[in-house]
């Protein structure tokens, strides 16, 4: 895997990964890819596949992986459950804060976005208000299911008195400030009233939505919502899958994106 390097956004050091493109292909958007809740740059590669990597690969394109603050090497947040803790729209300032300063930084002006889970709702908030070249969303979440906040609960018992922990701290340089800032925030009373539909209705760039149907995080509402505003979207449901159609149905999932980023610019 690429070395990691750390870049200031807005006042914030960033874990940055840079995939090279092809040096014979014509010049093409990159790919940004964003993490999952609980994500971070060395999570996206795991079960000896280097997935950013491959699906870099498969579309000809450069790519870029950073973790977001408080999650891989990027700087933790301070005092993450007092007053550090996380806002209900912390999805919407990424999108609309971080990220377009983090590509101005790059110097990237229309990228494609590849998001997991939060990282897919984040790529859905920044494609409503900036141009891109496309977006794909694996796992978003629109709104706030009961499905969701069950298996969340799941998770912060698992933290606190199963293994959860342990496996996390090998990819994030604070583990407690990665779980907790994502944990808590969703499982607080002001969250359950996330919705982000209306700005989903304002997407007009080329769309690809993916989710397993075995998603432990989100049932197949997450993606009509989208089609309900968005219905130029294109959909690609897995059989078989859960909630990291990466992990689960990579290979399916990396030619469902190759196939379509044939014709996005």
């Keep these: 895997m690429n070395p990691t390097q750390m870049m200031e956004v807005n006042g914030v050091r960033l874990e940055v990964r840079r995939i090279a493109g092809p040096s014979d292909a014509s010049p093409v958007a ?21 997935w950013p990597q491959a699906v870099c690969t498969a579309t000809g394109r450069a790519g870029i992986v950073y973790s977001r603050r ?94 959860l922990r342990d496996r996390l701290a090998r990819y994030h340089a604070d583990v407690d400030v990665a779980f ?19 700005e989903c209705s304002r997407i007009t760039t080329p769309l690809l939505l993916i989710q397993g149907v075995d ?22 449901r897995l059989a078989a899958c859960g909630h990291s159609p990466q992990r689960d149905q990579a290979q399916q999932t990396t030619e469902a994106i190759a196939d379509f980023l044939k014709t996005a610019s």
């Design 215 to 236: 998603d432990e995080y989100g049932t197949m509402r997450q993606l009509d919502e989208i089609a309900g505003v968005a219905p130029h979207a294109l959909q690609l």
């Design 30 to 50: 990159p790919i940004v890819f964003m993490h999952e809740g609980l994500g971070s740059v060395a999570l996206w590669t795991q079960r000896g596949l280097d």
């Design 70 to 163: 408080g999650y891989g090497q990027s700087d933790a947040l301070s005092d993450v459950r007092g007053s550090g803790r996380l806002p209900p729209d912390y999805m919407h300032r990424e999108a609309w804060e971080v990220l377009p300063a983090l590509l101005k930084a790059l110097k990237i002006s229309r990228p494609v976005l590849l998001g997991h889970s939060d990282g897919a709702t984040i790529a859905l908030l920044h494609a409503s208000r900036h141009p891109v070249s496309a977006c794909i969303a694996m796992a978003p979440h629109v709104l706030v299911e009961d499905i969701a906040v069950q298996a969340i609960t799941e998770a912060r018992t698992a933290f606190e008195s199963g293994g």
């Design 180 to 198: 907790w800032q994502w944990n808590d925030i969703w499982l607080s009373e002001a969250f359950r009233h996330f919705d982000v539909r209306e």
